[in-house]
């Protein structure tokens, strides 16, 4: 009799024990590939509080409501903490004109929860989702337009910023990403204005962020920008520089011939 070392049922064991590893396998890189959801769950909550009653309650309060040293954040949302920390404004290390963007000094988990707990003392302006940050329908002409007549009297008609009064300023756009745009747009930092998506609805904001991508995008071509001011900057250009150069050049010819 021949020896049958396998018994009929290992084909199906062989077969069982490879499809569970491979299931597993899978289940185990689909969990480390699949996007990181925005999910406000209890825990993140207690963990934005627990961050918040460390690093920002001294200037905004124990439940957020304020305090002489900063404003109370309830019903700010979280897109004004996703932009305020985001962009390391926050936390104010103390008293001053304008809060300044730096590097962050929180992890995106830690801003997450810390908006997720504003967001829970009062209902505000949420972060923005990828959709609405999509601008490749958006109106460039309309995205100009709206920016010259609600943004450029304060950052410039260049985008680069400029100076308020009382030592303020507004910065320049041009490092800005789409959703910094729309967080500063929807929660008005300091000076800025609030434009709610009524007085400005969300795909006009959209070409308004598609107009400001453009304009990073664009390099000078022609030399030197001069702060892209028109006709009358490239006109003193030439007669301060040129002019200059000319009489330069005269006094010199003048020199050698004494
Ligand atoms: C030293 C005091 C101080 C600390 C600490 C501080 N803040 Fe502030 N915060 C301020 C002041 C002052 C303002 C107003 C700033 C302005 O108008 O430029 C402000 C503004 C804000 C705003 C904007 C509110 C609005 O109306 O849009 C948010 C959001 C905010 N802070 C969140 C935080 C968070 C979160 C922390 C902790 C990580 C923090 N702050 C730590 C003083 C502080
Ligand atoms: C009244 C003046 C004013 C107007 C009008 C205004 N802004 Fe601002 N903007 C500011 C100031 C001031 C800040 C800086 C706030 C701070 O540092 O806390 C700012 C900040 C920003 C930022 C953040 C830049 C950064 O460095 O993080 C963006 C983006 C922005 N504004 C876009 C806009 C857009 C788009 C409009 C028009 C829809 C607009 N602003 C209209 C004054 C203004």
Request: proline share 5%.
């Amino acid at each position: 009799m021949a020896l049958s070392r396998r018994h009929p049922a290992a084909v199906f064991a062989v077969l069982a024990i490879a499809l569970g590893t491979t299931g597993a396998a899978y289940a185990a890189v689909s969990a480390s590939t699949a996007p990181k959801q925005v999910v406000k769950s209890a825990t993140q909550v207690e963990q934005g509080k627990s961050l918040f009653l460390e690093g920002c309650s001294s200037c905004h309060g124990l439940a957020a409501q304020g305090s002489s040293d900063g404003p109370s954040l309830i019903g700010v949302g979280s897109a004004a903490v996703d932009f305020q920390v985001g962009s390391g404004r926050m936390p104010l290390a103390g008293p001053a004109v304008q809060a300044v963007s730096k590097p962050s000094q929180y992890s995106e988990s830690e801003i997450a929860a810390l908006a997720a707990y504003v967001a829970s003392v009062g209902p505000g302006p949420a972060i923005p989702t990828q959709d609405m940050l999509k601008t490749d329908g958006a109106d460039l002409a309309l995205g100009g337009e709206l920016f010259r007549t609600n943004c450029s009297q304060c950052h410039s008609v260049s985008g680069k910023g400029g100076a308020l009064s009382e030592g303020r300023w507004a910065p320049n756009l041009m490092g800005a990403d789409g959703k910094e745009m729309y967080e500063a747009m929807v929660t008005g930092p300091q000076n800025m204005p609030i434009f709610s998506d009524k007085t400005i609805t969300v795909e006009e904001k959209q070409a308004i962020i598609r107009y400001l991508q453009e304009l990073q995008k664009q390099e000078s071509p022609g030399g030197a920008a001069l702060g892209r001011l028109g006709p009358v900057t490239e006109g003193l250009f030439l007669f301060i520089v040129g002019l200059g150069a000319l009489i330069v050049v005269a006094v010199w010819i003048g020199a050698k011939a004494k």
